[in-house]
């Protein structure tokens, strides 16, 4: 007996989707950060660690020296990105260290980041009135008024690109949107991880 009807209450399946966009967006927002601390030989360096990797290991998958591996490493790790475990070789009495990347705190340590530059913008908001006109760079590295830009000539601080100038209100709008994705993304994956910590 075929029956067309369709039950009335969807079958649901939202907890996959939602991860896999979820899972997406981290990744999306995960290598900008990357990008914005330490530009395109961060995340190079960060691809190349997979699931955890030796500075050696990075440097064959990376050809980059060792000493600019190492450097890279270490501002990555100030920001929380990645962390390491060091491991003493007894004959030879060296560490090795073995990179990791720690995707959860890195996204916690971009939210906290990206909350104090929007807060920061917001009050220089309130402190100009309503002509607030702001200087961004186009890669995304830098925001700034106008004093700060003119120091810097016009060019991004990081990047040396032109600096092109906004709307600052637009802008804070702009960056509470993103705060939102990101908080989004957060909460998401706390729920992620809770639903894996579950007792048996
Ligand atoms: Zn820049």
């Not at 790790?77 to 060296?94: A, F, S």
Request: proline share 4%; with cysteine; charged share 30%.
């Amino acid at each position: 007996m075929p029956s067309k009807t369709k039950p009335k209450t969807q079958t649901k399946k939202p907890n996959n989707n939602i991860a896999k966009t979820n899972k997406k967006e981290s990744k999306e927002q995960f290598d900008l950060f990357v990008q914005e601390v330490c530009g395109p030989k961060g995340l190079k360096i960060v691809k190349s660690i997979g699931e955890g990797a030796t500075e050696e290991f990075i440097e064959k998958g990376t050809k980059l020296k060792l000493s600019e591996i190492r450097n890279v490493l270490n501002v990555l790790n100030n920001h929380g990105i990645v962390e390491y475990n060091r491991e003493k070789n007894m004959n030879t009495g060296w560490f090795t260290y073995t990179w990791r990347v720690n995707m959860n705190r890195a996204m916690q340590n971009l939210l906290a980041k990206k909350k104090k530059e929007c807060e920061v913008l917001r009050n220089q908001l309130k402190n100009s009135g309503d002509t607030a006109v702001i200087y961004k760079c186009p890669k995304g590295c830098a925001t700034m008024f106008f004093d700060q830009a003119e120091k810097s000539d016009f060019n991004c601080p990081s990047c040396t690109a032109k600096l092109k100038f906004s709307d600052g209100t637009r802008q804070v709008k702009e960056m509470e949107t993103k705060l939102y994705a990101i908080e989004k993304i957060l909460s998401n994956q706390a729920d992620f991880i809770s639903s894996q910590n579950k007792p048996e």
